[in-house]
């Protein structure tokens, strides 16, 4: 892995297509929120099969936790499209035949030559593509648990929600006096309806 993919550093922003062939990028994808970012060797490999599987029973509470999914794997479109349906998942999956991704981060899994994958990785990201955590998933034991993922993005959250807890001093104020820039997704909400 790139010497600069560590805790503190920022992810490059992938272009790439999704599983509707659409260019998608992944400060867009990102937006607000913090980010999980899996760095998948592809459909053929049992390993990410049972890791999506797991991370698929979990995307429900990342969907109301604010939290945003994307998988870049190395396979073509429609082994995209097999592997996202036969997961189960409803977050966004990229397309990285052309192993932008691998070469970039320089993370190729030399020991597989027939498949010519990228290193598992997950990462945690803060908005603005900061990177929280790392995970090394070449072994099974080293990808994150639904549990892994759940700590990191509350200390994320409560990094970066200034109404994680809604007794901090001065947020009530702000709330009767009409202020909601402290409340997420209030300021959208409060932009939308108008004056």
């Known amino acids: 892995m790139r010497a600069d993919i560590v805790p503190g550093g920022t992810f490059p922003d992938y272009e790439l297509p999704d599983h509707t062939e659409t260019p998608r990028k992944l400060s867009e994808l990102q937006g607000t929120d ?15 099969h049972q890791h999506h599987l797991e991370l698929a029973a979990f995307q429900s509470q990342v969907a109301v936790a604010y939290t945003q999914m994307v998988t870049i794997a190395t396979d073509e479109h429609h ?3 097999e592997l ?8 966004t999956f990229l397309s990285d035949p052309g192993r932008i991704v691998q070469k970039d981060l320089d993370i190729q899994e030399y020991t597989d030559p027939e498949h010519d994958p990228m290193v ?15 995970y090394n998933g070449y072994w099974f034991w080293g990808r994150p648990s639904a549990e892994d993922l759940r700590r990191d993005l509350r200390d994320v959250t409560r990094e970066i929600r200034p109404d ?3 007794s901090a001093p001065g947020l009530r104020e702000a709330w009767d006096a ?15 309806s108008g004056p």
């Open 34 to 48: 913090p980010l999980v970012v899996l760095l998948s060797r592809g459909h053929y490999c049992p390993k990410e």
């Open 79 to 81: 082994e995209l499209q």
């Open 84 to 91: 996202r349906a036969s997961v189960g998942a409803q977050w």
């Open 120 to 134: 598992p990785h997950t990462l945690v990201l803060k908005p603005g593509l900061i990177i929280h955590s790392v």
């Open 164 to 166: 994680w807890d809604l």
């Open 178 to 192: 009409g202020d909601v820039s402290p409340f997420h997704g209030w300021d959208e909400r409060t932009a939308r």
